[in-house]
C-alpha cells in the first residue's frame, strides 16, 4: 500500500509534525494542521483515517480520561484501522531504579537516584497517568478496540510497515498496537 493513498494521523505531536502526515496537538504551532483537545472530539470524520500513532502524549491526559481519548482515536479509525502508541514504560523504569541504574533517567536535577526517578516518571509534572502494558491494554479494549499487541520499537503487525516511521524513545518506551 502507498503511503500517499493511506490517511495517517500523529496525534500528540508537539513540535514534531513531519509532513505527509496530519499532525494534530492540542496546541497550534508550526506543522499543527488539527489543533483540538481530543476530551472535546478531534474535527475529524469517523472512520476517515488509515491509522493513528501517538509518541509520548497519552500520559499527559489524566487517569479517568484515557479510554475517552482512545474511543475518540477508535471513532476516526477506518474499520481494520490501527492506533500505535509509544508510551514511558513505568515496569522498566522501576526495574531501572531498584538496580541503581542511573543512567536509564534521562533527567539529572537531582543527586539522588530516587529524585531523578520520581522526575523522570512525572516528566517536570507533565505526566498525569504513568503506563504499563498491561494497564495500556486494559484501557485500549475498554475504548472498544477488537485486537491488542505488544509491539516492538520498529517493527509493526499493521499492514502498514510505515506506522514505525516516527517511534522514538526506545530505551524507556513500550510500543503497544491496537486494531479495530
Avoid at 488539527?34 to 478531534?42: P, Q, S, Y
Avoid at 543527586?111 to 485500549?140: D, K, Q, V
Amino acid at each position: 500500500m502507498e503511503v500517499s493513498n493511506v490517511k495517517r494521523l500523529n496525534w500528540g505531536c508537539g513540535t514534531s509534525a513531519p509532513p505527509d502526515w496530519i499532525n494534530s496537538d492540542i496546541v497550534p504551532g508550526p506543522g499543527v494542521d488539527v489543533a483540538a483537545n481530543i476530551l472535546d472530539g478531534l474535527p475529524i470524520a469517523d472512520e476517515s483515517i488509515d491509522y493513528v500513532t501517538s509518541q509520548h502524549a497519552l500520559q499527559d491526559l489524566q487517569i479517568y480520561d484515557q479510554v475517552a481519548a482512545l474511543t475518540e482515536l477508535r471513532r476516526i479509525l477506518k474499520p481494520g484501522g490501527v492506533l500505535r502508541l509509544a508510551l514511558p514504560d513505568l515496569d522498566l523504569a522501576i526495574d531501572a531504579y531498584k538496580r541503581g541504574d542511573r543512567d536509564h533517567f534521562l533527567v539529572w536535577d537531582w543527586e539522588t537516584l530516587s529524585g531523578n526517578f520520581i522526575t523522570h516518571m512525572l516528566w517536570y509534572n507533565c505526566t498525569r497517568t504513568p503506563f504499563t502494558y498491561e494497564f495500556a491494554e486494559e484501557l485500549l479494549r475498554k475504548a472498544g478496540f477488537a485486537r491488542v499487541v505488544r509491539a516492538a520499537y520498529r517493527k509493526t503487525a499493521s499492514p502498514w510497515p510505515e506506522i514505525v516511521e516516527l517511534d522514538s524513545r526506545e530505551n524507556e518506551s513500550f510500543f503497544v498496537e491496537a486494531f479495530k
